[in-house]
């Protein structure tokens, strides 16, 4: 019997170009979920160290306003143990009069202006591998 049209080539040809599609959609997908996992991972650390670092701050400012002249204060905070799996670390500096809170490539910096003329403070989160229980150790300049 004779045929008209011979459609054999033409089913090998689609095999190859759907099996090659679905090949480089499978690569692209691969090479596409660093960017999926990682951006969604940076925004949540972001936020997550301004909370932190609006809590440090609104703390020191509760110091200084309540501190008298003279006095000293020991004040304790529970900060979260990490921060989207990935431990950080907290510096109270009164003479830069900065809450710094910093990670792995990230670091995220608050100013509190006017500490440095007002308050001395310490504290024993400085160079902390996580947060936790963290105190915070002020005295008030003569």
Avoid at 36 to 60: H, S, Y
Avoid at 128 to 139: D, F, N, V
């Amino acid at each position: 019997m004779f045929r008209l049209t011979d459609r054999k080539g033409v089913s090998s040809l689609l095999f190859i170009i759907m099996t090659l599609s679905a090949f480089i959609m499978f690569i692209s997908t691969l090479q596409l979920y660093n960017v999926m996992t990682e951006t969604p991972k940076k925004i949540v650390i972001r936020n997550q160290f301004d909370d932190i670092g609006n809590i440090l701050a609104n703390d020191v400012v509760e110091i200084v306003l309540s501190l008298p002249h003279g006095g000293k204060i020991e004040y304790t905070e529970r900060l979260p143990v990490d921060v989207a799996g990935q431990g950080y670390w907290i510096e109270l500096n009164s003479s830069k009069e900065s809450v710094n809170v910093s990670t792995f490539g990230y670091t995220a910096r608050y100013i509190i202006g006017g500490i440095k003329y007002e308050v001395n403070m310490s504290s024993s989160i400085n160079a902390t591998s996580s947060g936790g229980k963290i105190t915070i150790r002020a005295s008030r300049l003569v």
